[in-house]
């Protein structure tokens, strides 16, 4: 196909619809590259604690909650579906399919947005935030042959992590061949990466609102147009990647069963009391 | 098509197009161009144009190139004394941070992208606008909120880590400002990914007919390669520093050793880009060079494919040599030999260009306006910054000058030595074309001599002060390095007098200046072969081009000289390629 | 095409190719989602240190399908395909050296 | 105005390691030099010869893959001619040989000075003394933030770094004294962290060892010497409390008088040796100083052990004039000792000159 056969109004600097389109497409890719090297910088640093620190990173995984997590993942899954879906619906001239689409992607990805902020929700209610906060504890230690308790500054952070491996994970047992302030690391990466990754998926779910707006104010009626559908397709697809190996980095490396993922997402969502 | 060549006697030139009806001001003073086409403070403010967004970007680096100027001042003038003249400590580390931070992050990176690229790389390529004008404008604005955070910094009492922010100084112990200048950094280096994305685009599939590859012009190249690292580095200095951030903010942290952290590891990710930016920042003045010599020299640039295919080799092998800056940091020592090696392939494209930048010049015919000499003393000045560079860059003797007074030196014959006599070069070159002023021919020169003069006094007696190990970023010092010092400031001021001379006459050519007309300079490249100033589309019709940017000999000459085993023909009647009948480009360096 | 080097360069660029039909793109979520399955498979099984690499790899074939099918690499130009090799490219080379020191820092000298 | 004569136009070369560096150092500027001289060379002959005449033409000159050959192959021959030199110093420069398995020196970088622990257990602040033609292994961390243990004359220069070890070693080959400095920035005070490196020759350097010599201005002998232990006793058993310089004291102030002659009480004279001041010590009125009261009490083996009694010896030796400390400085005299008002003293005691933890 030439130049010619694709209609529609050119901005003032183009020559014609095909250089336009071909250049806005290119120009997200370019910016895709940006991107990966933005988040390749902090899976760099996480991969090389994790090199140093497998055990306590280990750890720091399987306090997380799973369920959450898996289920979140199919509901990127989906929304990259339903993006694809929308391509088609712009380019046939499908104006309702599109609408519906573009809802329905906002939809799934803001259901992905609710369950995660129910996680940190979840987090911060059990206590894992990295900081320097302390409370006294009562320990009991050897003095002078005999045992006697003593009130001694734990770090906040330390408690909450045992009192979660040992409900999650070590079936109620204590058990410690990590070192917390390295947990603390991996929580520290934790945070960053979900959160950078929370922060380019609100950024998509305003630009798939305006582009919303712009499909019922019959924008998309040059069906030409529907590459600007597919242009933020590119970045909706690179966000959800980015969630492909978070889930494995962060998520699946520890100890974790299937069981206890269902529990843990019936737990998030109400469904049951678990063990609290 | 032949028969503009038979012309020669109109032209000493052979421009890339050909001639179109010239739009001249002095026949029709009411042809619009872009700088009247429209009034008023939001025409500016809300504009889309390439242009005046490229003068939006002068006007604002000017204003810090001075900010920075004056930090630089108040560092030279205190280390006059061994136990420093004017500032307390603390006020000198802030001032010399000020210094790095403004100068390298809103003046050096932006500078010729900002200012050159966005009004230039359109014109040469002959595309109406950059690709995404809207993203070049929204470009600008993020630009000037990073460099407001710079600002407010410095308002609410400075940043002392210096510009490299290595933790856990600037994590933990610092109490200034790192974390308004960590923004600062993080927005400032997406408006360096937008424009270099723009440029990038705008070079892919802006072109107009028959500007192939190969007949791109040199600036063009190293802007290209320039907008290929920004791209690619920026982001890995974005995320370190939002980590940095992290660290700072919550108290415990990534580069924290007390927690398992490593401060190793924010020194790779921060030389991962920043290495690659000091090509940044030069890149883009090897290509103003390119063009400036070529155009005073009335010659073809000697080895197109050399230069063109050593700036990509720059930015690509850029990226592979970031650990030389941490020879002594504790990097694994396998891995410092690596980096070492690299950094020895490296020098080669720069050495490359230097050498074909000399050979331009032979058999031309010289003339030496300011861009000109501002050209000449950028290769001057350069080349001993590059030099430098292998002492630093061998891993034994870098144990020993690493982090004196000779790395500032280096970097400053490079840096300043180097961009900046490239960016007065390029200014004073292409002033006309902006303006369609001509300014003042003796005052020029001589602010290019007062310059070079200047600059190069204060920094040679940093070589030797640095090669007796006196240490960088200090304000007292042991005082049998004081007359080291005082030669150094004293050049200071000379050289800063120097920096002031062009806003005096170029000011005044702006509103006294004599019509430049649309090609002063009898250049050949796109951008002047329409009126000056440029409409606001920049050409009337979509040029077509038929020829490498810099046929300057063919023109009047026919004498061509055979110096690669006899390939190079006389052009004008032998030679299919230039004239454009076959699909092949313009032979090039051949 | 015309094989004149005068013509607009950008000419070729402006080939654009057919949106994905929806039954493509359901089959690919298919795929996809056997994958994700998959890493969570993996993810709960007891593979000890393996599992990290296992589950990894099963994410990038899930990353290079979604790149592949719904990014439309499939029917890219070769510049599309250089600008995401080089994304991954620079990526690599980032890991190689830094994680190089990670693990040669302890090594002896020579 | 300015010390010109004693501008330095080259650093010492105080290290072996420096011999090889500068050779290395000079190659290198040499061929740069000379590269640099080529195209400063052909700059300006083109400037010259092809400046615009009228008339002439330019010529039409594309390029040449041979000179482009040339000009890559050359430099880079001798750019990887630096990198293998340079690895080969650099290799050199940071493996200890083996003989300094047992002169392991440590640094602790802390905002802003230098903690220097000596094998032998002697400790420094913001010096290190060492021998010359002994080479010595270096050890650094830091308590803060990366700093860097840098000597020019050495050519030597490490990163401290908090959290982690790294080390370097010197093989110093000329007495003297030279800079030693914080190379990596550290905030405020970061000029201040600076200090001196002194190579002794054996003598001295035995002597410093033993307290007696000093590097430096100080009055202490240094932290760790027998001299530093016997200045301890000497303020705990009050000694001072006679033995000082006032105008009103009871007895005489011991500076300087190691191997001197001594006036006795009785007009014969005697060398003051270490077995004059051992007596002195053990049974004072074996021979008492003329012109002074016979007051000082004889201190037994359960006050003063043999040991501790080489040390206070020690530090008699290395007494100069003025380095005995004021009264009041380290010990306040006891409670009902006579209370003389000290002029030396300024109401708030003075600052320890060093040589403390």
């Known amino acids: 196909m030439a130049a010619s056969t694709v209609e529609g109004p050119v901005a003032h600097h183009f020559n014609n619809m095909g250089q336009q389109l071909a250049t806005v497409r290119f120009g997200m890719w370019l910016f895709l590259v940006t991107e990966v090297l933005f988040f390749g910088g902090v899976f760099c640093a996480y991969t090389a604690y994790r090199i140093w620190y497998p055990k306590d990173f280990e750890a720091g995984s399987a306090a997380l909650n799973v369920g959450i997590a898996s289920v979140n993942t199919f509901l990127l899954l989906a929304s990259s579906l339903t993006i694809t879906l929308a391509i088609r619906a712009a380019y046939v001239g499908n104006q309702g399919g599109l609408m519906r689409n573009l809802l329905l992607t906002i939809v799934l990805g803001s259901a992905f947005l609710g369950l995660k902020a129910r996680e940190y929700y979840l987090d911060y209610e059990e206590g894992l935030m990295p900081g320097t906060a302390k409370v006294m504890q009562k320990q009991k230690v050897e003095q002078n ?56 998926m609100i950024i998509g779910i305003g630009l798939l609102t305006w582009q919303l707006i712009l499909a019922r104010s019959g924008f998309f009626a040059h069906k030409s147009r529907y590459v600007y559908i597919e242009v933020m397709s590119l970045y909706w697809h690179f966000v959800d990647m980015v969630w492909m190996f978070l889930l494995p980095l962060l998520y699946l490396c520890g100890p974790h069963t299937s069981s206890q993922a269902i529990e843990q997402f019936k737990m998030a969502i109400g469904l049951s009391h678990g063990g609290h | 098509m032949a028969d503009i060549l038979l012309e020669p006697a109109r032209l000493d030139y052979t421009p890339q197009m050909l001639p179109e009806p010239e739009v001249s001001f002095e026949k029709h003073p009411e042809h619009k161009h872009y700088l009247n086409h429209e009034y008023g403070l939001l025409s500016w403010l809300l504009t889309v144009d390439h242009k005046r967004i490229g003068l939006m970007y002068l006007v604002s680096v000017s204003i810090f190139f001075m900010f920075g100027g004056i930090a630089a001042g108040l560092v030279r003038t205190n280390l006059i004394t061994p136990t420093g003249a004017i500032l307390e400590l603390d006020q000198y580390n802030k001032a010399f941070t000020a210094h790095g931070t403004i100068m390298l992050f809103l003046f050096l990176i932006p500078v010729i992208p900002g200012v050159l690229g966005n009004f230039l790389v359109p014109m040469m390529i002959g595309a109406k606008d950059m690709a995404f004008p809207k993203l070049n404008l929204a470009s600008y604005y993020v630009w000037a909120a990073g460099a407001l955070f710079f600002v407010w910094q410095l308002i609410v009492g400075g940043l002392d880590t210096g510009w490299t922010l290595y933790p856990p100084y600037s994590s933990k112990y610092s109490h200034t400002s790192v974390m308004y200048a960590g923004l600062g950094i993080f927005i400032t280096g997406f408006s360096s990914i937008l424009t270099a994305l723009n440029i990038i685009a705008t070079v892919h599939k802006m072109r107009c007919p028959g500007m192939t590859w190969g007949r791109l012009p040199l600036f063009v190249w190293a802007m290209y390669a320039t907008s290929v690292i920004q ?99 504790g990097q694994g020592y396998y891995l410092a030999m690596v980096f070492a090696l690299l950094t020895m392939l490296v020098a080669v494209p720069s050495a490359i260009k230097v050498f074909n930048w000399t050979a331009t010049l ?229 | ?82 600008v995401a090799a080089a994304s991954i490219f620079w990526t690599f080379l980032m890991f190689l050296f830094i994680l190089t020191d990670f693990l040669t820092r302890h090594l002896g000298v020579l | 105005m300015f010390a010109f004569m004693d501008t330095p136009l080259l650093p010492e070369q105080a290290s072996e390691f420096s011999k090889e560096y500068d050779v290395l150092f000079w190659y290198i500027t040499g061929v740069s030099a000379l590269g640099a001289s080529v195209v400063y060379g052909l700059l300006i002959y083109c400037c010259f010869a092809f400046a615009k005449k009228d008339g002439v033409a330019p010529k039409r000159i ?22 293998v030199w340079g690895v080969r110093q650099y290799d050199y420069a940071i493996n200890p040989p083996a003989e300094t398995a047992d002169r392991e020196y440590t640094v602790v970088g802390k905002q802003w000075m230098w903690k220097v622990q000596h094998p032998t257990g002697h400790r420094e602040i913001n010096e290190i003394t060492l021998q010359e033609g002994v080479a010595v292994k270096i050890t650094g961390t830091s308590e803060d933030v ?4 840098g000597i020019p004359a050495f050519r030597s220069k490490f990163d401290v770094i908090p959290g982690r070890y790294t080390t370097a070693w010197y093989k110093p080959i000329k007495v003297g004294s030279y800079h030693l400095f914080c190379d990596q920035y550290c905030g405020q005070g970061h000029s201040q962290m600076v200090g001196k490196v002194h190579v002794l020759s054996q003598e001295n350097y035995a002597a410093w060892l033993e307290g007696l010599y000093r590097v430096r201005d100080g009055k202490n002998p240094v932290d760790g010497s027998p001299a530093w232990e016997g200045r301890k006793l000497f303020l705990k058993l009050q000694c001072i409390n006679c033995h000082n310089r006032e105008s009103e004291s009871r007895a005489p102030t011991l500076e300087g008088i190691h191997n001197t002659k001594r006036a006795l009480l009785g007009g014969s004279t005697v060398v003051a040796d270490d077995t004059y001041l051992r007596n002195s010590i053990r049974n004072p009125m074996l021979q008492v100083r003329d012109g002074w009261k016979p007051i000082m009490p004889a201190y037994t083996r359960a006050q003063v052990t043999e040991e501790e009694l080489l040390n206070v010896i020690s530090y008699l030796k290395s007494l100069k004039p003025g380095d005995l400390p004021s009264r009041s400085e380290m010990s306040p005299a006891p409670v009902g000792a006579p209370n003389i008002p000290d002029p030396a003293v300024p109401p708030v005691p003075a600052p320890t000159t060093g040589g403390t933890r």
Not at chain 2, 267 to 278: E, K, N
Request: with cysteine; net charge negative; aromatic share 16%.
């Open chain 2, 362 to 590: 032979y058999g031309g015919s010289i003339t030496f306006q300011a861009p000109m000499l501002f050209a000449l003393g950028f290769i001057i000045l350069f080349t001993i910054g590059g030099v430098t560079g292998l002492f630093l860059g061998t891993l034994g003797t870098d144990i020993h000058l690493h982090d004196t007074y000779f790395v500032i030196a280096h970097f400053h014959y490079t840096m300043v030595g180097g961009m900046m006599f490239a960016w007065q070069a390029g200014l004073h070159f292409w002033w006309p074309k902006m303006t369609g002023k001509m300014y003042s021919d003796f005052w020029s020169r001589l602010a290019a001599i007062v310059m070079l003069v200047g600059f190069a006094l204060t920094f040679l007696p940093q070589f030797a002060v640095g090669y007796l190990g006196m240490p960088r970023r200090y304000p007292n010092y042991p005082p049998e390095f004081q007359i080291y010092n005082v030669l150094s400031t004293a050049a200071a001021y000379v050289q800063g007098i120097g920096y002031l001379m062009p806003i005096f006459y170029l000011g005044y050519s702006l509103f006294a200046g004599k019509a430049a007309g649309n090609n002063p300079f009898k250049a050949t490249g796109l951008e002047w072969q329409t009126s000056s100033p440029p409409s606001p589309h920049n050409f009337e019709t979509t040029p077509q081009v038929y020829f490498g940017p810099y046929e300057y000999a063919v023109a009047d000459g026919l004498k061509i000289i055979p110096l690669n085993d006899g390939k190079i023909h006389d052009i004008v009647h032998e030679d299919p390629d230039l004239v454009g009948t076959t699909p092949k480009e313009a032979t090039h360096g051949s």
């Open chain 4, 146 to 149: 990366i700093h860097d243990f």
């Open chain 1, 145 to 200: 042959g005999k045992e006697v308790e003593i009130e001694v500054a734990v770090p906040k952070f330390d408690i909450a992590l045992e009192e979660v491996l040992k409900r999650e994970h070590f079936k109620g047992e204590a058990h410690k061949d990590y070192d917390p302030s390295r947990v603390m690391l991996f929580f520290m990466f934790y945070y960053s990466m979900t959160g950078l990754h929370v922060l380019h």
């Open chain 2, 231 to 329: 791209l690619l580095g920026t982001p890995v200095i974005a995320v370190t520093v939002v980590m940095l951030a992290v660290e700072r903010m919550v108290g415990v942290g990534i580069f924290d050793p007390n927690l398992g952290g490593d401060p190793i590891l924010f020194q790779h990710m921060f030389w991962f880009y920043s290495h690659p930016a000091v090509y940044i920042m030069i890149l883009p003045g090897m290509g103003v060079i390119n063009e400036v010599l070529t155009c005073f020299a009335r010659k073809n640039i000697f080895g197109y494919k050399a230069v063109a295919w050593s700036s990509v080799g720059i930015a690509v092998v850029g990226f592979l040599v970031w650990g030389h800056h941490m020879f002594l940091a």
């Open chain 3, 1 to 82: 095409m015309s094989h004149n080097p005068h013509a607009a360069v950008h000419e070729e660029e402006s080939v654009h190719h057919e949106a994905t039909p929806d039954a493509k793109s359901f089959v690919t979520f298919f795929v996809l989602a056997g994958l994700a399955l998959l890493a969570l498979f993996v993810g709960f099984s007891d593979l000890g240190s393996t599992k990290v690499v296992a589950s990894l790899a099963v994410s990038t074939v899930q990353a290079c399908v979604l790149a592949y099918f719904f990014m439309d690499l499939r029917s890219a130009d070769k510049l599309t395909w250089l």
């Open chain 4, 62 to 83: 594309l390029g040449s893959n041979k000179l482009e050959f040339l000009w890559t192959i050359i430099p880079l021959m001798f750019f990887l001619s630096f990198f």
